[in-house]
Every structure is written in structure tokens, then in C-alpha cells.
């Protein structure tokens, strides 16, 4: 186990930057100068250790102990009898014991510094963290085996020097080196070499020539296999400062840590080798560079012009970060909080260096706050307005090891508030959404492609190099199983046959009174798109769904919008449906961004008439603003939010039918809304239920999200089936299902749903993905207004009229009539000039 070298300060000298690049410091505490060495721990670059040299262990030194602890000190070494005093108080991990000899303490030790080089062991353990003092007229070659053997050296810093050529003290590179090891025939040790950060640059190679060199320059010097002595920089002017010398476990890789300047460590002027800086590193980069010039009226430079706009900014998106409640909305709100915390941060020079060095001191205290929130916080959200009461359920948790079972009520005996509750869908923060949307909208409208790269980067975290796949696809593009295969051929065959049903492909025409026909016929729409979800389950059932009516409607262009995995593939499946409906090009991208993509169009993405298509609450935003945009000319199918099912069942239903129907809504995810109507049910018969819901979703994968969903599920018992459907009918589920006898007859009771399963054998499955009806259906309630998805929601219907002489004979007086109440006259010339000629005017006209 090898560990850095620690030169030995003494309580006078302060931390040598220039020795630091090598070593630790280890500070005498003689139960006075705790201060001085709190500023050494809390502000100097190298860890900081304490020898306590004090001649007795009173509670005054162990309040001081714990408060050096508290303030970034590694460990404290004592003697064995000191180290008995203050092992009750103090971590024994966090004290190296200082013995003479080997002892029994050694057994249990988890570091030990042995006084002299005399009393060393042949080798250190390797399960013991070993440091050795060393007297002042010790032998180099001595330290050195020490070193070589496992050992950490103490050294008295004035004995230390960053020279190496005829130097008059130990040079410090003698400490390091002898530990290294390399397998290659040049003699060279590979070298990684990163940032403050741990964000790796480059792959080097070192000499012990060039590792001297770079400790006494403190600057980043290696040895290039052909040209000697690289000292970095020196040409290109991308210096790097010295901050630290280590090695890896096993002795064969040299850790160089650089504060790198310029353009960046590569010869391309990108920040590394392996490409530019990501993440938090790379914000911090842009905004050190936007600090000093930042164009005048820019934000980031109103950021750091304006305190009071910066710290409101904090303020707010720390606020939103706690409203905030979905994976996505936390993932977003947490990355707005980060950029303008780390914005203050840098205006007032404060590195992510230095937050990594408070929170890894923070990890060394030992004495821990009860950590409540200050007063002012607690008292604002007392002071906020009472929220209206929720039911109890909305609050349970269901653990790892607890039943899975749903919240039940009987509305019998609740009263119609709670029942109410119980039907209430979550409340979707709109604005908060919408404020989060546009700019993403508006990024990919005014940049394009560009955009959509950048954004499929940031939200997908796959690099790509262009956004679009155009057809004719690969077929390593589409390698599935013959299974899968065969699942979905039937699959589109049955969809096509039941939209191809409803297709209007005859003239509708109508003799509305004689000599006038009214017509109505349907015309494609012709440039459609077809959003797949990506997200907690692969979505090829949604292909089919959105794109065979398509092409049954007969729309020219059929444009795929999918976001791709972390290998930027797209499912295999999802490929296939587009290959088999003829679809031009297949978007690679989710979210916002693909919808806003495909309602503007891009360099690369085909400007679309109409988008289709389920999704989370960021697509249908983007879906809903793009259908609001005059400019974009583009409609939507419908509104969306969670998926949800709702089951009427009586006391005839099977207990795992209707466990399997609730299950399989609840997986999709946990904001998905599950409802129970009971009807005319006992207790012991509802138990029977959630007893099969308990079963069955213990062997569910995602069993994880179906403990999530059930907790908020509720089963709702109800006298009598009049009951049920009233209740069904003002919820208006995604999904219905009738686990009734006699299922079918109760079907005209149904006014307002998206899908119906009607009967013990039709479980919401098969409506899914085989039966063949549309499975993208209107959720959140609002099956009250809208359809699912069907042929019609891919065509426009036009009407005509022919009017002939009877026919304006027969309707003629009636428009001029109506046109003069309203006005226009130009209305009533355009009959009554052919009325004229025709001799069909009657007097007064």
C-alpha cells in the first residue's frame, strides 16, 4: 500500500508550496498552536497531520483534537499511551500509533509511525499504513530502501530541498522515486496527467531527469521518447504549475496533478487528449474566460456586474430545485443552480478546486451537527398559505420489505371530498414547464442541426454527428429475433386492417334540399411525425401505433423522432417499423428538442404538418407550444400526461386477472395513475386482490417503480355498477377496464374513456400492442374532449358544394337575406347577380 511521502514541519515553519508538490505536512501540536495549524489544514495545498507532543492528555486537548479533526487534520499521531487516552473520543482509524519496536499494537493498528529507522520491520504491511522518523544524520541510501520497503518517510522539512544537482540537504525527488516502477526497456514511467478536478488531460511519459526537473521549476516537464526533455509549454505557450506528484497502488503509473493555462493540453488545443473539458469543468472554463471578456450586455457578464441580479438568481433556482419532482425537472433545476452558483464562485475566484478540498475536509470532521434548517426557512414555509388537505394515501411509502398493496376507501362511508381526492390527477406545473421548454424550442428553431447535436449531447449523453437517419436504413440496423419479427408483422397487420377500416376512401355527398349536394372527402396530411419515447422502456409498440395509420392515411412523408441509446443506436425494433411503414428519415433525438425539430424543421429534419405521439411532460410542453406558434404551422394530436387505468370489477372477477390489469399500468411508471372501482365487494374479497397485486409484483423487473405507483393507487369500493360508471365517466381514464359479468352490455354506459377492455380474456395488453386498436389515447382526463389516435388523426377533410339553378332557387333568398343582416353586400350581390341573370330574382331584390 503506498502512500505519499510527509516532510516534517514544525510548528514555526509554515507549508513550503515548493515541497508540498511531493509531500504531506505533519505540524507538532504542543496544545497551544492549534489555530496556526487549523490555517494550515483549512488553506494550505498539502493534507495536513498532527504529532501530538503534549505531556499529558487533558479534556482540554481532546476538545482541541476533535476541533483539528473538524478542521481538515488527516490524523493525529500519538504514543500507545496517549493513544489509549483518546481512543474512546476519537475514530482509531484517525490516530497512527508511534511505537519503538513492533508490538502487540501492531495487530490492530491501522497505521503506525515507528521512531526510528532501527526499530523498521525487513518490509511494511501491507494492510498497515507505515511511517518511519528519521534522524537527522541518517544516510540517504537508508531512507531510500525505506521508501523502497513500504515506508513513509518523516523528514524535517529544513533537511528537504527541490534541488537535485549537488544539492546541500535530502532531495526530495529521492523519496519519490525509489518507489516507482517500470516494465519498459527505455527505463521511462508512464505518467497520467490531470487537473484540480481529476479531469484527465493527457497520457506522458516521465524520467527521473524530467521528475526533478518538474519539482524544482514547479512547472509540468516529461520526457518525450524522441526529443529529450519536454518541458511543457515552452513553445505553445499552454504552461502547467505543479500541484502534486503521486503513485498509483501498484507503483507503475506516475499521478501528475497541473494547473494547466492556455489553449489547453493537447497539441489539437482541445483541454485534453481524449477531447474538451464536460460537465461542471467545463462551465467553470467558460465562465473563468467569459469573467475577463465577456462582451458588454451579454448575461454572463450582467451576472457578474450585478450582485444582487446573481444572488436573486441563486435564490430562485435553488427554490425550483426543491419544488422540483421528477427525475427531469431535478436533473434540469439542479444544472440551472450549479451554473449560477458556480458563476458567484467565480467571481470571486473561488475554484471547484477548492469546494472539492472543503467538502473532502467536511468528510474528516467527526464531531456532527444536528443539521436542522436555519429558523427564517423553517418559519417561511410555516408562513406559506395551508394547501388544501390531501387524503392520507398520498403520503405512504412502501418499503423494500413491506406488503405491496393499494390504499382503499369506501365511499359508502368517506365523504365525497375524499372520494374526490382520490380522483384527483397531479397537478402539472404548466408555467414552470413552459419556462424550461421555450428556450429549447427556440435554441433548435434559430440554430438547426447545430442545436439539436448540442442538446442530444447535454440530454442523452451520446455524441453525434449528425441528428438524422434517412432511409433507405441499414439492415445492421434492424437485427431482431424471429420472434420479435413475427410480434410485430402481426401486430402491424392487425393495426392496418382496423384502420384501414375506418378509412373514408368514397366521397360523402348529401342533397342538403333540392339542387344542392354537399360533399366531404378526406386528403392525407401530408408530412407527419411520429414521436417514439425513448426514456424508462423501449417504446416499438408506439412505432406501430403512430405510423401504420399513417400510412394507411396515405401521408407522403412519414419522419421518426426516437432518442438514441449511449451507443447513439436506436432500438433495432423502432428501425424495422420505419423500414416496414416507408418512413424518409428517423430523427435521432427526444425530449423538446425532437419536437421542436420536426414543427420548424433543420438542415437535415423535414419541417412536419402534424406531430403525434405520447411522452413526458417536456414533450407534450413542446408539443403544446409549437400547436400555439402561427409560425411553426404545425398541429399535434392530442394533450398527454402519466398513463393511467382504470378497472370496474365485481365480485365474480378473478383476483389475478384484475392484479395483472392494475400491474401492468403501474410499471410504466411511478406518476402513472392506478384506480380500483370495487363493486358490491367484501373486504375479503378486495384483500384477495391486493394480495395478488402483492404476488405478482414481487416478480416484476421493475418492481422497484411498482412500489411507487401502488403507494399512491387507490381502490375504490362502490354499492352499485350505476355508481362505478358515473365515477368512471367523470375520472375519463386512458384506459378502462370492465371486469363485469356481462361486460358487453355495460359498454353503452361508457361516455368518456380513450379504450375500452371489455371482458375477463381482453386485458389492456393487447390493446397495447396486438388487437389492433390505437394505443397513443388521451390521458389527464381529457378523454372527455378528445379521441385516441386513429386513421382520421392523419387525414384533413375537405367539403365541397354544387349549387345548381334549382339549388339557387331553392337556398338563394335566404343567403342574400342573411348576408344584409350582417352586412356585406358583397355577400348578397354574388347571388343576386346570378339570380338576376337567371330569372329567378323575385321582387324586393
Known amino acids: 500500500m503506498v502512500y505519499p511521502l510527509l516532510p516534517y514541519y514544525t510548528a514555526a515553519d ?4 515548493k515541497l508540498s508538490v511531493v509531500g504531506q505536512a505533519i505540524y507538532e501540536f504542543d496544545g497551544t498552536n492549534a489555530e496556526s495549524i487549523i490555517q494550515a489544514a483549512k488553506y494550505g495545498k498539502p493534507n495536513v497531520y498532527v504529532d501530538l507532543k503534549v505531556s499529558a492528555v487533558t479534556d482540554e486537548t481532546i476538545d482541541a483534537i476533535l476541533s483539528l479533526y473538524n478542521n481538515g487534520v488527516v490524523s493525529i499521531f500519538a504514543s500507545e499511551e496517549q493513544g489509549a487516552q483518546i ?4 475514530p482509531n482509524a484517525r490516530i497512527t500509533f508511534r511505537i519503538s519496536l513492533p508490538n502487540p499494537v501492531a495487530k490492530t493498528a491501522t497505521s503506525l509511525a515507528y521512531t526510528s529507522l532501527d526499530a523498521l520491520p525487513a518490509k511494511a504491511d501491507e494492510n498497515v499504513v507505515s511511517f518511519v522518523y528519521s534522524p537527522t544524520s541518517a544516510p540517504l541510501s537508508d531512507l531510500q530502501k525505506a521508501v523502497k520497503n513500504g515506508f513513509i518517510p518523516i523528514v524535517p522539512s529544513k533537511l528537504l530541498t527541490t534541488e537535485y544537482e549537488n544539492a546541500s540537504a535530502y532531495p526530495i525527488v529521492e523519496f519519490l522515486v525509489p518507489s516507482l516502477v517500470t516494465d519498459r526497456q527505455d527505463g521511462l514511467f508512464t505518467t497520467l496527467v490531470l487537473d484540480e478536478s481529476n479531469q484527465c488531460l493527457g497520457l506522458v511519459y516521465s524520467s527521473i531527469k524530467s521528475i526533478s526537473e518538474s519539482i524544482k521549476t514547479q512547472t509540468g516537464v516529461y520526457q518525450s521518447r524522441k526529443h529529450g526533455l519536454w518541458y511543457k509549454g515552452a513553445t505553445s505557450g499552454a504552461t502547467q504549475k505543479l500541484v502534486s506528484l503521486d503513485a498509483d497502488c501498484d507503483n507503475d503509473c506516475l499521478k501528475v496533478v497541473v494547473e494547466q493555462a492556455g489553449a489547453g493540453f493537447c497539441h489539437l488545443n482541445t483541454n485534453s487528449c481524449f477531447g474538451n473539458l464536460k460537465g461542471l469543468s467545463a462551465l467553470e472554463k467558460t465562465l473563468v474566460s467569459r469573467k475577463s471578456d465577456a462582451p458588454e450586455g451579454s448575461y454572463t457578464k450582467r451576472l457578474f456586474n450585478d450582485e444582487e441580479l446573481l444572488n436573486a438568481k441563486i435564490k430562485e433556482e435553488a427554490e425550483e430545485l426543491a419544488d422540483a419532482k421528477t427525475k427531469e425537472e431535478i436533473s434540469w433545476e439542479a444544472a440551472d443552480l450549479f451554473y449560477f452558483a458556480l458563476a458567484r464562485c467565480v467571481k470571486y475566484g473561488v475554484s471547484i478546486a ?13 464531531s456532527r451537527r444536528k443539521g436542522d ?14 394547501k388544501p388537505a390531501e387524503p392520507k394515501t398520498a403520503e405512504r411509502v412502501i418499503g423494500p420489505n413491506d406488503k405491496i398493496y393499494m390504499n382503499r376507501i369506501n365511499a ?14 397531479p397537478i402539472q406545473k404548466s408555467a414552470d414547464i413552459m419556462s424550461l421548454v421555450t428556450p429549447i424550442v427556440e435554441k433548435v428553431k434559430q440554430e438547426g442541426d447545430k442545436a439539436l447535436l448540442e442538446l442530444t449531447a447535454k440530454f442523452d449523453r451520446v455524441e453525434l454527428k449528425t441528428p438524422i437517419l434517412n432511409a433507405p436504413f441499414d439492415e445492421s440496423m434492424m437485427q431482431i429475433t424471429d420472434a420479435v419479427k413475427r410480434a410485430i408483422d402481426i401486430s402491424f397487420e392487425n393495426i392496418r386492417v382496423f384502420h384501414e377500416a375506418q378509412n373514408q376512401s368514397e366521397v360523402m355527398t348529401v342533397e342538403t334540399c333540392p339542387g344542392v349536394y354537399c360533399s366531404r372527402f378526406a386528403r392525407p396530411i401530408e408530412k407527419v411525425g411520429c414521436y417514439i419515447p425513448g426514456g424508462t422502456a423501449v417504446l416499438p409498440s408506439t412505432s406501430l401505433m403512430l405510423s401504420v395509420p399513417a400510412l394507411v392515411a396515405g401521408c407522403s412523408d412519414i419522419i421518426f423522432a426516437s432518442p438514441p441509446g449511449k451507443d447513439g443506436k436506436l432500438t433495432p425494433e423502432v428501425v424495422y417499423v420505419a423500414h ?3 418512413a424518409k428519415c428517423i430523427v435521432l433525438a427526444g425530449g423538446a428538442q425532437a419536437v421542436a425539430a420536426m414543427a420548424y424543421g433543420t438542415e437535415s429534419v423535414p419541417k412536419c404538418d402534424k406531430i403525434m405521439g405520447p411522452g413526458n411532460q417536456f414533450v407534450t410542453a413542446a408539443k403544446m407550444l409549437v400547436s400555439n406558434d402561427s409560425n411553426a404551422l404545425c398541429a399535434i394530436d392530442m394533450p398527454a400526461g402519466p398513463s393511467e387505468v382504470l378497472v ?8 389475478d386477472f384484475v392484479a395483472s390489469d392494475l400491474l401492468s399500468q403501474a410499471e410504466h411508471g411511478i406518476d402513472s395513475q392506478v384506480i380500483l372501482l370495487a363493486v358490491d365487494m367484501t373486504s375479503a374479497e378486495v384483500d384477495r386482490i391486493d394480495e395478488a397485486v402483492h404476488q405478482q409484483a414481487l416478480r416484476l423487473p421493475r418492481v422497484d417503480i411498482v412500489r411507487k405507483c401502488i403507494a399512491h393507487s387507490t381502490t375504490i369500493q362502490v354499492k352499485t355498477m350505476a355508481e362505478a360508471f358515473h365515477m368512471s365517466n367523470r375520472y375519463a381514464p386512458e384506459h378502462l377496464i370492465l371486469q363485469i359479468d356481462d361486460a358487453e352490455s355495460w359498454v353503452p354506459k361508457v361516455d368518456n374513456a380513450g379504450s375500452v377492455f371489455v371482458g375477463a380474456y381482453s386485458p389492456e395488453s393487447c390493446g397495447d400492442y396486438s388487437s389492433g386498436t390505437n394505443h397513443t389515447l388521451p390521458t389527464y382526463g381529457y378523454a372527455r374532449m378528445y379521441s385516441g389516435v386513429n386513421t382520421a388523426t392523419f387525414q384533413k377533410f375537405i ?3 354544387v349549387v345548381t339553378k334549382e339549388g339557387l332557387k331553392s337556398i338563394g333568398c335566404a343567403v342574400m337575406d342573411l348576408a344584409a343582416v350582417e352586412g356585406l353586400d358583397g355577400h348578397r350581390n354574388a347571388v343576386r347577380v346570378r339570380m338576376d341573370k337567371l330569372g329567378l330574382l323575385p321582387e324586393g331584390y
Open 373 to 386: 434548517a436555519k429558523p427564517k426557512f423553517i418559519e417561511q414555509k410555516k408562513a406559506e398559505p395551508a
Open 580 to 582: 416496414k411503414v416507408g
Open 412 to 425: 359508502e362511508t368517506a365523504t365525497a371530498k375524499e372520494v374526490e381526492a382520490c380522483l384527483e390527477r
Open 14 to 17: 509554515r507549508v513550503d508550496s
Open 648 to 655: 370496474i370489477a365485481d365480485k365474480h372477477a378473478d383476483p
Open 354 to 366: 477548492d469546494i472539492e478540498k472543503n467538502l473532502d475536509m467536511k468528510a474528516l470532521k467527526v
Open 799 to 801: 367539403t365541397s358544394q
Open 87 to 90: 481512543a474512546d473520543k476519537i
